[in-house]
Structure formats: structure tokens, C-alpha cells
């Protein structure tokens, strides 16, 4: 795999996430995602629960690029409620290794107002380098 996690010299290892990735390839960009089903149903109000069906949207756009998640260098989430992640971080870290694997990109988690679906509690958007050789 073309992909390289930056870790400086001296740096504890961060849990969840990478500080930053290098990576070669063909670059896959990925909308913001939220926690509905393909048929724009939110059926899940907890935020694990969106989370998961968020992270699996993001799969399943990768998938008609030809990628997965471990090509994924970059996400940035948008949270309505921080406590509300807080409370929910060890489900949301179970959800993310049932979906994602044991892959952590560069990530960074930004609380907001609001999100135009105001049923949504979550939404990732996301990038992707997938090699030039699979």
C-alpha cells in the first residue's frame, strides 16, 4: 500500500486516529455522509447508531471507486452534540472497528449548531487514496 503514517519522533501514538498520512494515488473524495439508509430514512437516533449507518454509506461510495476503507487518509466529522459523542465514544469505537477496521486516517472532529437534515447527528466527509496498482 502507498500509505505512510506521520508519526514524529517523540509523539505517543493517538488512539482512534493518525496525525497525518502521506499517501500516492488516485484520489477518491467523499460527500458529507449522514446516518440515513438508502432510502434517506434516519431509523436510528442514537449517535453510534448514526455512526454506523454513516460509515457505511462512506463504504459503500468507496466501493463504486474500487475502494475500501483502509485507503481512506482523511475524514472530518461534524458532531451536534460533543457530550453526546462523549457518552457514546466506546460504541462508536466498537462500530468503527465492526465497519472500518483496525485503519485510523487523519481525522478531526468539529462540533456544529446544526446540520441541514435536522434529524442527523452526525455527518463524515471524507478522502481516499487508492494505489495506482489496486
Known amino acids: 500500500m502507498s500509505q505512510k503514517i506521520l508519526l514524529p519522533p517523540g509523539w505517543p501514538r493517538p488512539?482512534?486516529?493518525s496525525n497525518g498520512i502521506a499517501a500516492e494515488g488516485r484520489m477518491v473524495f467523499v460527500a458529507g455522509q449522514i446516518g440515513w439508509d438508502e432510502s434517506q430514512v434516519i431509523r436510528d437516533h442514537s449517535m453510534a447508531g448514526q455512526v454506523e449507518q454513516t460509515l457505511k454509506n462512506t463504504v459503500a461510495v468507496l466501493a463504486e471507486a474500487g475502494a475500501e476503507p483502509r485507503h481512506i487518509v482523511r475524514m472530518t466529522w461534524y458532531i451536534t452534540s460533543r457530550s453526546g459523542y462523549l457518552d457514546e465514544v466506546k460504541e462508536i469505537g466498537r462500530v468503527w472497528r465492526e465497519v472500518m477496521g483496525k485503519h485510523y486516517p487523519a481525522m478531526a472532529v468539529v462540533q456544529v449548531s446544526a446540520l441541514i437534515e435536522s434529524s442527523a447527528r452526525v455527518e463524515i466527509e471524507t478522502t481516499a487514496?487508492?494505489?495506482?496498482?489496486g
Open 129 to 133: 487514496v487508492v494505489p495506482e496498482n
Open 15 to 17: 488512539h482512534g486516529y
